[in-house]
Every structure is written in C-alpha cells, then in structure tokens.
C-alpha cells in the first residue's frame, strides 16, 4: 500500500509536468502572436510548474523509483523551458 502511493506521487508528478510543458507550449504560441490571452496559460504554466516540482521533491525523497527520477527530469525540464520562455516574452516588443 505504502509503495503504491509513492508511485501514484510519482506518477501524478510527471502528469503535472506534461501537462506544465503543454501549457508553457500554448501560453508562447499566442505570446508570439501578440494575443492577449496567452498571460491566462502564463499563469496556468507557473501553478502547473510550481505543484509538479513540488510533488517531484516529494516523491524523489521518498523513494527514488525510476518513475520519479524521470518526473524530476522532465519537471526540471518545464521549469528551464517556463523560465526561457518568460525571459524571451519579457524581451518581445508590445503589440499595444
């Protein structure tokens, strides 16, 4: 039972961080476009990011299972991603 739960926290955080990796790819779609709703997946990637790292650390200390050693590199892959992403958004000239 204990061991399961570790896995599902595992599992769980690499599901945060696909989906962080998915929204930080459509928040800089229409960054790039210069919509205005691309500041919505901003915000959606940044929470994403933050609770799939988080539940990352948790599973990572827990247990280091394969599952969460590969959450804990895709997490930090979104998190380098989210964080060049933002710098590069923040260099764009404004639309408005």
């Given amino acids: ?3 399961e739960t570790k896995k599902n926290i595992a599992k ?7 989906a962080s990796l998915i929204c930080t790819g459509i928040f800089f779609i229409p960054t790039v476009l210069q919509f205005a709703f691309g500041i919505f997946f901003f915000f959606g990637a940044f929470l994403l990011s933050f609770v799939g790292i988080v539940l990352t650390i948790i599973s990572f200390f827990k247990e280091k299972t394969k599952m969460s ?3 804990v590199i895709i997490n930090g892959a979104v998190l380098i991603v989210f964080i060049l992403l933002s710098i590069a ?3 764009m000239p404004s639309a408005y």
């Fill in 1 to 3: 039972m204990y061991r």
């Fill in 12 to 18: 769980t955080s690499l599901w945060f961080g696909i």
């Fill in 69 to 71: 050693i590969v959450s």
């Fill in 89 to 91: 958004a923040a260099h």
